[in-house]
Each structure stands twice: as structure tokens, then as C-alpha cells.
């Protein structure tokens, strides 16, 4: 079904929007929930908190893009739910990931560095659409959708080595790029 048919769905509180919903994007945001949270138990409550966000929230939201926008909404309450169990020391996964940007991108923000954060996503944004569509890629699926680097490398079909250095130039292109651009970090 097309997405604006779904949304229309949630516009009019037609409960078919949740399984057309589940249908087309439920693996994809499992996927998401899943890399990020390690446990199928814990992907599964969060692809239930992300459809039912859409269904809080459409409308009065009306999402041009569903995919994008639910695989956001799942995004964000995987991370929120990674770092309450982090703090319980349940997950282990996320931390490398997360590592492996620490060196070129500064730290959480707080309330007074608001306007730093969004000169800092449009930033990283312009970086990324300067770089050729295949690196493009390959970073927005390892550092924002969190698929591992063998499962990438596989995908290519080159050796993970080869992989992880191309992923350091990356890392190391864009910290040059945002220290240029005179952020701290």
C-alpha cells in the first residue's frame, strides 16, 4: 500500500493503518530497533512504541516520507531505551558504535548548546551530501541504522579490514570537515 494511503488511514483513525503499517515497514524498524538494542524482545517493545507513536501522532503530523519518518521515531526511542539499560549495563553493542564517532563529533549536547547542535546537524548534513552516493550510504547504514561492518563488508564483498579502513578515512574526513568548520571536539 502506498504511504499516503497509510497516512490517510491515520488521518480518518482507521486501526488499518497500524497492520498496513507493520506490513511494509515492521522488519525494517526491527532492524533498526534490533542493531541498536542487541534483543529481539527489546526491538519488538520498541517497534510497538514506534507504532504507537505514529498512531498518537498522525495527525495532526502528516508524513510526506512514512518509511523515513518511522524508521526516525524508531531510531530514537531504540537510543532512548539503549541508554536507560545502558545505565544498567544491559547493552554492549551501541558503545563501539558510538566510540568509534566519540573522535569526530562532540559530545552530547546540553540545553545551552541547542543552536550549536542544529549548525552541527546541517553540518554533518552538507559533509554528507558532498560525498559520492555509495560512501553516503555506507556511513548513514553504519553510524545511523548501526548494521555491523562484516555485514556491510559482505554486502560489498570486500574483506571487513578494507572495510574499516575505508570507514576511518570517512571518520577522519568528516572530523577535518566540522574542525574546519570550527567546531570543538
Same mark, same amino acid.
Given at each position: 500500500m502506498?504511504?499516503?494511503?497509510?497516512?490517510?488511514?491515520? +488521518?480518518?483513525?482507521?486501526?488499518?493503518?497500524?497492520?498496513? %503499517?507493520?506490513?511494509?515497514?515492521?522488519?525494517?524498524?526491527?532492524?533498526? /530497533?534490533?542493531?541498536?538494542?542487541?534483543?529481539?524482545?527489546?526491538?519488538?517493545?520498541?517497534?510497538?512504541? /514506534?507504532?504507537?507513536?505514529? +498512531?498518537? %501522532?498522525?495527525?495532526?503530523?502528516?508524513?510526506?516520507?512514512?518509511? /523515513?519518518?518511522?524508521?526516525?521515531? %524508531? &531510531?530514537?526511542?531504540?537510543?532512548?531505551?539503549?541508554?536507560?539499560?545502558?545505565?544498567?549495563? &544491559?547493552?554492549?553493542?551501541? %558503545? /563501539?558504535l558510538l566510540d568509534e564517532l566519540a573522535e569526530c563529533v562532540p559530545g552530547p549536547a546540553t540545553v545551552e548548546h541547542e543552536l550549536e547542535q542544529k549548525e552541527l546537524s546541517a553540518a554533518i548534513d552538507g559533509w554528507l551530501r558532498g560525498l559520492p552516493r555509495e560512501d553516503r550510504r555506507l556511513f548513514v547504514r553504519r553510524y545511523w541504522y548501526g548494521v555491523e561492518l562484516r555485514e556491510l563488508a559482505a554486502e560489498r564483498g570486500v574483506p571487513p579490514n578494507r572495510l574499516a579502513q575505508k570507514m576511518l578515512r570517512l571518520r577522519r574526513s568528516l572530523k577535518r570537515t566540522l574542525e574546519t568548520e570550527g567546531f570543538a571536539l
Open positions: 502506498e504511504d499516503s494511503r497509510i497516512v490517510e488511514l491515520y +488521518w480518518r483513525r482507521d486501526e488499518a493503518a497500524i497492520r498496513e %503499517t507493520e506490513k511494509k515497514y515492521g522488519a525494517m524498524c526491527r532492524g533498526v /530497533a534490533g542493531r541498536i538494542l542487541g534483543t529481539d524482545e527489546d526491538a519488538e517493545e520498541c517497534v510497538n512504541d /514506534a507504532l504507537h507513536h505514529a +498512531w498518537n %501522532t498522525i495527525p495532526p503530523q502528516r508524513p510526506d516520507r512514512l518509511g /523515513a519518518w518511522l524508521g526516525k521515531v %524508531t &531510531r530514537n526511542l531504540a537510543l532512548n531505551l539503549w541508554s536507560k539499560n545502558h545505565t544498567q549495563k &544491559r547493552y554492549g553493542g551501541m %558503545t /563501539a
